[in-house]
């Protein structure tokens, strides 16, 4: 479990407790002690078997896949894979290859409902960039949503990561937006939820690693 849902869960069994005793009710105990419920299972952290086959590219997030489309970047035509991550999912965000961090970089922004498009450009987030084997590049953004008002990103620029790494968290509901080479070859569609460090995104054409 993440440290933050110790922290919110005692405290509110703290307050389940004064309450409780203060005024002789146990029932005003009720809500703060589903609360404190509700966030030992929310910032929950759950092992998992990362794959090790090479040119995978793995889920950064748990959620449910709504997009994948090709954008022209300044850098080129790339994939775009969204994943929307509800206050149901687990939000702790895994690196999605292994390799070097050549980027990190925060931005200011809006709150908007992270099922909104628009979110991905607006929002508050943070941008990663993780550089591979044979140069192979993805980049993947933690956005704030409408609830999330707490991005955690805990690596920095030239950190080297593994494939399916803890990176960080997104507080409450948000969206992961990945992006991948043009070349990859997709695994996932819209509809399909995905694990963190679990589930395969893509793969890279391995003749074209070299």
């Given at each position: 479990m993440v440290r933050d849902g110790y922290i919110y869960g005692l405290s509110l069994l703290a307050v389940a407790f004064v309450l409780a005793w203060a005024t002789g009710y146990w029932a005003w105990s009720i809500a703060p002690v589903l609360l404190a419920v509700f966030f030992l299972w929310f910032f929950r952290d759950p092992e998992r078997t990362i794959l090790s086959e090479?040119?995978?590219?793995?889920?950064?997030?748990?959620?449910?896949?709504?997009?994948?489309?090709?954008?022209?970047?300044?850098?080129g035509p790339r994939q775009r894979i969204s994943i929307f991550l509800s206050v149901f999912d687990v939000h702790i965000n895994r690196s999605p290859i292994a390799g070097v961090l050549t980027?990190?970089?925060?931005?200011k922004g809006r709150y908007l409902?992270?099922?909104?498009?628009?979110?991905?450009?607006?929002n508050e987030q943070n941008i990663a960039t993780v550089?591979?084997?044979?140069?192979?590049?993805?980049?993947?953004?933690?956005?704030?949503?409408?609830?999330?008002?707490?991005?955690?990103?805990?690596?920095?620029?030239?950190?080297?990561?593994?494939?399916g790494q803890r990176v960080g968290l997104i507080k409450f509901g948000s969206r992961v937006n990945v992006l991948l080479p043009v070349?990859?070859?997709?695994?996932?569609?819209?509809?399909q939820r995905v694990k963190g460090?679990?589930?395969?995104?893509?793969v890279m054409p391995q003749g074209d690693r070299s």
């Open positions: 090479p040119g995978l590219i793995v889920s950064p997030g748990d959620g449910l896949v709504t997009e994948t489309v090709t954008i022209n970047t300044p850098e980027s990190v970089r925060y931005q409902n992270a099922m909104n498009p628009a979110s991905a450009d607006q550089r591979g084997e044979g140069g192979v590049e993805v980049t993947f953004k933690q956005i704030a949503g409408l609830l999330a008002r707490r991005i955690v990103f805990n690596l920095h620029q030239g950190d080297t990561v593994e494939r070349e990859a070859e997709l695994r996932v569609g819209v509809g460090g679990a589930s395969v995104l893509a």
